[in-house]
């Protein structure tokens, strides 16, 4: 999706600056990998274990309990959200 609203706005400055490509790609923002990769690849890495542990949260706890437990998460980081940061005032 990121890369096809890229191209879209690729496209878009092409034709706003005379269909040139060099000023078209000029004018759009960088997607800076060399200081984004390890952010990037970290919440890829944490995203693949928790995925993996949810799995076998499944498979070992039954459908209904290691579900529900891996659901739960979202309510955890809600708390967290709400009480620790202060979210919500």
Do not use: D
Not at 24 to 29: D, Q, T, V
Not at 62 to 77: D, H, K, N, P, R
């Amino acid at each position: 999706v990121t890369m096809f609203l890229w191209f879209v706005r690729y496209l878009y400055q092409w034709h706003k600056h005379n269909y040139s490509f060099s000023r078209a790609y000029e004018a759009l923002p960088s997607f800076h990998f060399r200081k984004m990769w390890p952010y990037g690849c970290s919440c890829g890495l944490l995203w693949s274990i928790g995925n993996f542990f949810s799995i076998l949260a499944v498979e070992n706890l039954g459908e209904g309990v290691g579900y529900s437990s891996t659901q739960a998460s979202m309510l955890v980081s809600g708390l967290w959200g709400i009480f620790y940061y202060g979210e919500i005032k």
